[in-house]
């Protein structure tokens, strides 16, 4: 068991994947804390954690947590990823890392003023046949880039009072479900020179589908697609000059995929090894890698790509016509 010690910031079903994947690998989960003590108190009680709270600056301000996990939904990202940051505590919040680009620029300013790790937890990144996919790619294997072709559909409540579906709570397909195909696109492309996309739209206003062009001065293009009224395979490819990539479905939990030169012959694939869990501890362990050596921005989910991440949703919500209400940009804070 690691040393370091975890609190849980609100208790939905995502805090419970995320969770049961730490203590399947042997990490410690020290407190949770929500608006309701009588839910903290079930949920501590359901997983055998030591200490609940009935408020979030009750779990910011307890000695016995390190880090921090962020599970509210998208609007509460950045009040309570703020609190812990100011509290001295490291951060993992959930994905999407904010509601809007300004939002997540707020909190990378205060992760640098406060000294502390601050990173999205954007799962995928850190699975292991991504790892291995991004090693493959750099050694050139499929040459030059040329295409990515990425999507995350499936079919999913259409009541317009569910959280996916509801504006004020940051509903839609592109945050709760485009993040991942966009995030994908920035890991092996970087980001994109030009943004091209268009959406169908419910009729709470939220996106129920959104596809995305990127295209780079390199001259490679993304296609993205996002769905939440649609189910899909989920596959991705990534095709070069010199060879291409099937990644089997699920493409972003943990699977397989496979390379085959530009005559079609198989020269790798990829098989998932057995694990405990879903994969989510993954990231858990980069941010315990992080705190431990004293490293403050992952290599493999730079904080401030995070922010680029947040500004590309946002230019895509500009073009669909897509805007949570009382969305504004957050002033800068003193460096002082």
Known sequence: MTTLRWGILATGWIADLF???????????SAVGSRSAEKAAAFAARYGIRRSHGSYEALA??????????ATPHPFHVTAAELCITAGKHVLVEKPFTLTGPEAEHLLALSRKHGVVVLEAMWTRFLPHMVRL?????????????????????????????????LELGGGALLDLGIYPVA??????????????????????????????????SGASALLVAASDAPGSN???????AGYVEIDGVWYMPTGFRIYDSQNTLIEEFSPAEMRGRGMHFQAREVERLVTSGERVSPMMPLQQSVA????????????????????????????
């Open 19 to 29: 969770v049961k994947d730490l203590l399947d690998n042997d990490m410690l989960v």
């Open 61 to 70: 301000a307890d000695p016995e947590v390190d880090i921090v996990y962020i």
């Open 134 to 166: 991004r090693e493959a790619l750099a050694s050139g294997i499929i040459g030059e880039i040329r295409t990515l072709i990425a999507s995350h559909t499936q079919d999913l409540p259409d009541d317009p009072g569910h959280r996916l579906n509801a």
């Open 184 to 217: 994908f696109a920035f890991d092996i492309l970087g980001q994109p020179a030009q943004i091209l996309a268009t959406a169908r739209l419910r009729p709470t206003g939220a996106d129920a589908e959104v596809s995305i062009l990127f295209r780079y001065a």
């Open 235 to 241: 596959r991705a490819e990534i095709n070069g000059t």
């Open 309 to 336: 991440i947040m500004r590309t949703l946002d230019s895509i919500r500009r073009q669909i016509g897509v805007a949570y209400p009382g969305e504004q940009e957050i002033p800068a804070i003193d460096h002082n």
